[in-house]
């Protein structure tokens, strides 16, 4: 999983898998850390991700402002 590009649901790159945290020691996903070129790492949660294949798509409802480097955490 981790280097897959993630997708949105109308098919646009919105970055590629950094990290990935599984359940305990399960190998269900528990969610992905995320980054795009100019953007912080972000975190996408299972419940947001509609499919893994041959990269990760999300679901339609998926709304996340991604933080760029330049920005100060808050």
Do not use: C, H, M
Not at 14 to 26: D, L, N, P, Q, S
Not at 46 to 59: F, G, P, T
């Amino acid at each position: 999983v981790k280097g897959l590009n993630v997708i949105d649901s109308k098919g646009k790159v919105i970055g590629r898998v950094k990290e990935v945290v599984r359940k305990g020691t399960t190998n269900d996903i528990k969610g992905v850390y995320a980054r795009s070129l100019f953007s912080r790492k972000f975190f996408i949660s299972d419940s947001e991700i509609a499919s893994v294949n041959k990269s990760v798509v999300l679901k339609p409802n998926y709304n996340a402002t991604k933080k760029y480097f330049w920005q100060r955490d808050r």
